[in-house]
């Protein structure tokens, strides 16, 4: 005979005994099963709902690190325009100093509106043909 069927033997000579002391012990033991499927249950929506919120917070986390690039992508453009517009403003009023001054005017004057102070001629060279078969 094989261990298997020598216990289930035994099993089918044993009968339960049903008296107060067993019934308590089983009551006790389903008490205590109950408890840790409770207990198992509580355990897994704990997990759950601490998922859901390291995910949010993963999430956030990600969309903050987005945000601080694009911004960080914006104030280097602005710098840039920034530093543009401070050249063009130094410029600008280094054009104003040279416009206040009389003398610069005349020679702006002289040299773009062909414009002469009295008694003065202004002769006009003509263009190099070589230049102008050059620009074609």
């Not at 990600?62 to 453009?77: G, N």
């Not at 416009?99 to 008694?119: A, C, P, Q, T, V």
């Amino acid at each position: 005979m094989s261990q298997n069927e020598r216990t289930n033997q035994l099993e089918q000579q044993i009968s339960s005994i049903n008296s107060e002391y067993v019934r308590s012990v089983q009551k006790k033991k389903k008490r205590q099963q109950a408890q840790r499927v409770r207990l198992y249950r509580r355990l897994a929506a704990f997990a759950v709902v601490a998922s859901l919120v390291i995910g949010f917070l993963v999430h956030s986390l990600l969309e903050s690190q987005r945000t601080l690039a694009e911004k960080k992508a914006t104030q280097i453009e602005v710098e840039q325009s920034l530093a543009e517009t401070t050249e063009e403003k130094e410029s600008l009023e280094l054009q104003i100093a040279k416009l206040n001054d009389d003398e610069y005017i005349g020679k702006l004057l002289r040299k773009d509106y062909f414009l002469s102070e009295e008694n003065e001629l202004i002769f006009t060279l003509p263009k190099d043909d070589t230049d102008e078969k050059s620009d074609e």
